[in-house]
């Protein structure tokens, strides 16, 4: 009897052991093919060995597809992810890819503000939520992002000249005036922010 159990260990051991080779053989092949920007192959080496409740599996499917511009297949991968792993941020930030090439800013939107839920100081999501409102001439919502990123990262350049220039479109032009001479201090050969500020 002990005999038995031990050939069954044994056997479930290899068999375990077997999986984590495919599944670290059929990753290693999916970065060559995508090096080669051959998604296909890339895509058909995980598939290969798909196991629907792999977190990174399905996150690097998310990716595959979408740098294979199917945009679907993509977004649906990313959603599995972030059911399996319901904290990810990196799952939701994927999704965005092909979320917005779409073109379904809303829904972009709202992921995002699902990533600021479970990290509210992000300073990507709060930059882009910025600069998507920006556009949309949301020029309140802009600023209110553009304000945390700036509190964070005082001199960052893309941020001081976001924030300059929606305090610009708000005509509040002392603000726009100190975050346009960070962005120049940061930048001083940058001719936008010079050119802005220089019109002040």
């Known amino acids: 009897m002990k005999k038995i159990i031990l050939s069954i260990l044994l056997v479930a051991t290899e068999m375990v052991a077997l999986g984590q080779t495919t599944s670290s053989e059929a990753f290693s092949k999916s970065y060559t093919y995508e090096t080669n920007k051959d998604y296909t192959k890339a895509v058909s080496s995980i598939t290969a060995v798909y196991d629907a409740s792999s ?14 511009g199917e945009y679907i297949k993509s977004e649906s991968y990313y959603k599995k992810a972030i059911v399996l792993e319901q904290k990810s941020v990196e799952a939701r930030l994927g999704s965005v890819y092909p979320i917005s090439a779409t073109g379904n800013w809303d829904e972009v939107i709202k992921v995002y503000s699902e990533i600021l839920t479970i990290d509210p100081q ?5 930059y882009r939520m910025a600069y ?13 992002y553009a304000q945390k990123v700036v509190k964070l990262y005082p001199f960052d350049f893309d941020s001081n000249y976001l924030l300059g220039q929606i305090y610009v479109t708000q005509g509040k032009i002392l603000e726009a005036k100190m975050y346009l001479t960070r962005a120049v201090e940061y930048n001083p050969t940058s001719t936008e922010a010079k050119s802005l500020l220089g019109k002040l």
């Open 132 to 144: 998507i409102y920006f556009v949309r001439k949301d020029y309140e919502k802009a600023a209110s």
């Open 122 to 126: 992000n300073s990507m999501v709060n």
């Open 55 to 68: 977190y990174t599996m399905n996150l690097r499917l998310g990716w595959l597809e979408y740098l294979a």
